[in-house]
């Protein structure tokens, strides 16, 4: 329990984010996928006219994504049909096509997974002289809680330190 120690001495487990449910009553804690290397995802929907589609990627997406066209399609068909299947990846665009000749018309959705501009490279870095340096820095002694008040250590003392708690927040919602 490694990560549980790490956590209390002041990392906070990443990808966490508050969610108010529909009305807003309650506000849920949510998480994130965690990944070994800097992914981007990209969603959408295409339509496949007689066993052909091609998927053009957002310009925008594409701005932020490593630019050598080594990204991964998932492709959901949204009906029957045969097998889809993704060919002539470019940075702009992809093109989905059914498997055996296909020559189905129907709808599908797509996942897009890149890796992030400038991270290309980076994989599970080693940040754990920088924690252990961040973490006895952010850590109070016994002197900082005592030049607080007399005998304020000896009464906050036995207390155990616990993570800060920091959420974000849906910009259009309100905490």
Known sequence: MKDEARRGAGAAPAGRALASTE???????????????????DFGS???????????????????????????????????????YVINK????CEVRESKGGTSSLSFDYRIVAKRRGYEAQ???????????????????????TQLGGHLWE????????????YCHEPDRAP
């Open 123 to 145: 994989r599970l870095t080693d940040v754990t002289e920088r924690f252990n340096a961040e973490s006895a820095l952010a850590r109070p002694t016994a002197l900082h809680l």
């Open 46 to 84: 295409g339509k496949l006219e007689l066993g052909v589609a091609v998927v053009k990627i957002d310009p925008a997406f594409a701005e932020t994504v490593s630019a050598d066209a080594s990204y991964h399609v998932f492709i959901t068909p949204n009906g029957d049909a045969e097998a889809l």
């Open 155 to 166: 009464h906050l003392g036995h207390l155990e330190l616990r993570e800060p708690r920091v």
């Open 23 to 41: 009305g807003g009553p309650r506000t849920l804690e949510t998480y994130a996928v965690q990944s070994s290397e800097s992914w981007l995802e």
């Open 90 to 93: 470019t940075a702009t665009s």
